[in-house]
């Protein structure tokens, strides 16, 4: 939901909270209890997504492409298996698509329909990605979208926006900042930060990282 | 169906807030609604598609005023009740009365997590049919109104457009979602301009794009 159900669900009504820690540990324990789920296979659900698959994964896919024309061309033709090198793959990846942003387009991926999202490579979709104000607006509005994300496109920049509404899903490859010649890898993928792989966003600038 | 979750060009909603340094769960028990739901779907009951079409068949009143999480367990509660898995008594007193029905694949263990994940539940399937149409022609999105489950988007109907990829065949929500079987059609992206959907006030520099399956074009 948008910001502000959220706001109000998680400041202001404390009261629900527990109602909702509740109803789900009985939902939970009746699935254990019947056998259908395991706890222990619950909490690896978590663990994984908790800590170990996030846009951190995403950002070395970027940096790489960057860094290394023949990765960049692998991750044309093929983004799944390009991304697959990596290490990332699997639920929500199956089939991927890497969406390269230009001086004359920039890219922008929303699923109007429900939350499709590259869950390898992002991790988990934030709020707004999930929210009906992105979902309905991004698609008839995408540049006012980008305008309340600070995003400032070039004069002549059209803008393409990626319904995912099938299981293609899809990356945005945002364009390397100047000033990064020379930089290794695991230094570019500092400048990549996950809204920049969604289109709602740009690669920072060397000026904007700590040395 | 023509249901709360077909967003794309509603209004009111008002801006996209994000979120600073956004927690990846904002209680502990939106987790386990998500593992819950992972572990259940990995039983092999349903599919993704009669997932997403439990959570939409949601009233729309209710839909629009429930967080994600929310609308994920009420999904899941549905079709837990559908698939008979649990029984109205048990998910209301919290106690098994019953013993559990035997699921189509076994149940997901913690060493079996990552390799479950790993792998995925890829949608490409062989081609039942050579592909009707190719990079680079012009089609047109149907009219339909199906009370069942589709992923052709209201604003995506009866609007020109040109295949700009074709991947293969693949699992067709439309019929996946209702325990209908997978009957695999040709998966395309189709490229709109922004004004063939939304007018003259668009930008004519901008243009959406969208994964459709052959059923939903035609040619033109």
């Known amino acids: 939901m948008g910001s502000h159900s959220h706001d109000h669900d998680h400041a202001t009504q404390g009261s629900e909270l527990d109602e909702m820690t509740l109803r789900v540990k009985a939902l939970e324990s009746l699935l254990v209890e019947k056998g259908y789920v395991e706890p222990a296979a619950l909490d690896a659900l978590i663990e994984t997504y908790q800590t170990r698959v996030g846009p951190r994964n995403g950002a070395r896919v970027v940096a790489k492409a960057w860094a290394d024309p023949a990765y960049c061309r692998r991750l044309r033709d093929d983004a799944t298996a390009a991304i697959a090198e990596l290490g990332y793959s699997g639920r929500q990846g199956e089939h991927m698509v ?66 995912s509404t099938a299981e293609i899903r899809y990356l945005v490859i945002p364009m390397r900042p100047a000033g990064s010649d020379g930089w290794s890898e695991d230094e570019l993928a500092r400048l990549v930060t996950r809204n920049s792989m969604i289109g709602t966003g740009l690669a920072l600038k060397p000026e904007e990282v700590e040395a | 169906m023509n249901g709360a979750q077909d967003l794309g060009g509603m209004m009111g909603f008002g801006p996209v807030v994000p979120e600073a340094d956004e927690p990846v769960f904002h209680a502990p028990w939106e987790s386990r609604v998500l593992a819950v739901t992972l572990a259940m779907g990995a039983l092999g009951e349903w599919s993704i598609d009669a997932a997403r079409f439990s959570r939409e068949s949601l009233p729309p009143a209710q839909y629009l005023t429930s967080s994600y999480y929310r609308i994920w367990l009420a999904g899941l509660e549905k079709l837990l009740l559908a698939r008979d898995l649990v029984s109205a008594g048990e998910l209301e007193n919290g106690r098994p009365e019953a013993p559990a029905r035997p699921t189509a694949r076994p149940k997901l263990v913690a060493a079996r997590v990552a390799t479950t994940l790993a792998a995925g539940s890829p949608t490409a399937r062989p081609a039942p049919a050579p592909a009707r149409f190719a990079v680079g022609d012009r089609v047109m999105t149907k009219t339909i109104n199906p009370a069942g489950h589709t992923r052709l988007a209201r604003y995506l109907r009866h609007h020109a457009g040109e295949i700009v990829a074709v991947h293969g065949a693949h699992v067709f929500a439309d019929t996946s979602a209702h325990f209908r079987g997978e009957d695999p059609h040709w998966l395309y992206t189709v490229k709109f301009a922004a004004g063939e959907l939304w007018g003259p006030d668009a930008d004519p520099r901008d243009s959406v794009t969208a994964d459709l399956w052959e059923p939903y074009l035609d040619a033109v």
């Open chain 1, 98 to 163: 890497a969406l390269e942003n230009t001086p004359d387009e920039h890219n922008m991926v929303v699923c109007t329909l429900c939350s499709c999202y590259p869950w390898p490579v992002l991790g988990l979709p934030p709020v707004w990605y999930k929210s009906p104000a992105y979902r309905s607006r991004a698609v008839i509005d995408p540049r006012g979208v980008l305008a309340e994300f600070g995003v400032t496109l070039g004069k002549d920049q059209a803008v393409r926006v990626w319904d």
